[in-house]
């Protein structure tokens, strides 16, 4: 059974370009969020998806946009980078369960770097 | 806003030291949870606590729930190398998959 999966898992992109994130969630898993993560810091929740739309969102700008296809996978898209988008993009998934809750598994992430 | 500190912030032992973390929140949650973090990977789940005053363990790692509901704090016996990593705690955010993390205990174990 596969987990989390995200692609790439390094990329490099010059400031004012556009970048694609793509994650397939854990089997069974029907909700997907974005975190970022800058270097020596802890995960930021960007949003998350649920039933293909954007369900709650973070303090993230409008230049992070999102979307989640009917196999549940998800892209994270961010528009205009600005070098301070360079982090640790990571992806988790989660599936509701009654008698367990809800547990969340994280991906290995793709690292951004701007320049 | 939510604030969520970790203490310390890094710390260096010996192989076979134990080791004590902990983690304070502004707020009062309903939900602690664990995580670490290994260089170059995504956070793994180590212990969720639920319940004011719940001590749980998973091996050689015990956590617990504060009484006050603000606060928890991870023990980890006798360390080995490979306990080397970033922990977090983290707290449920209004939504399924919203964590809200702390700032990370990096711990180095010295063999």
Same mark, same amino acid.
Request: glycine fraction near 8%.
């Given at each position: 059974d596969a987990g989390v999966t995200q692609s790439p898992t390094h990329l490099i992109k010059t400031r004012g370009q556009q970048v694609t994130l793509r994650c397939s969630p854990k089997s069974g898993h029907?909700?997907?969020? +974005?975190?970022?993560?800058?270097?020596?810091?802890?995960? $930021?929740?960007? @949003?998350?998806?649920?039933?293909?739309?954007? #369900? $709650? #969102?973070?303090? @993230?700008?409008? #230049?992070?946009? %999102?979307?989640?296809?009917?196999n549940y996978s998800s892209e994270l898209n961010v !528009?205009?980078?600005?070098? %301070?988008d360079s982090a640790l993009y990571l992806c988790a998934s989660s599936f509701y369960d009654r008698g367990s809750g809800n547990?969340?598994? @994280?991906g290995e992430g793709s690292w951004l770097t701007v320049v | 806003g939510q604030q969520l500190n970790q203490s310390p912030q890094s710390m260096f032992i010996q192989e076979g030291e134990d080791v004590s973390m902990n983690c304070t929140s =502004?707020?009062? @949650? !309903?939900? +602690?949870? +664990?995580?670490?973090?290994?260089p170059g990977e995504g956070p793994v789940l180590l212990i969720a606590l639920y319940k004011a005053g719940e001590l749980t363990s998973n091996g050689r790692l015990t956590a617990q729930f504060g009484t006050t509901r603000k606060d928890s704090f991870l023990n980890? =016996?006798? =360390?080995?190398?490979s306990d080397v990593g970033i922990y977090f705690c983290a707290? !449920?955010?209004?939504g399924a998959n919203n964590l809200f993390f702390g700032t990370g205990t990096r711990l180095t174990v010295i063999p």
């Open positions: 029907d909700t997907v969020s +974005w975190y970022q993560q800058a270097l020596g810091q802890g995960p $930021q929740f960007i @949003f998350q998806y649920y039933e293909e739309e954007e #369900r $709650q #969102r973070g303090n @993230f700008p409008d #230049r992070f946009s %999102g979307h989640q296809f009917p !528009n205009a980078l600005l070098l %301070g547990t969340i598994y @994280f | =502004s707020s009062i @949650f !309903n939900t +602690w949870l +664990w995580y670490k973090q290994d980890i =016996s006798a =360390s080995i190398p707290l !449920n955010g209004t």
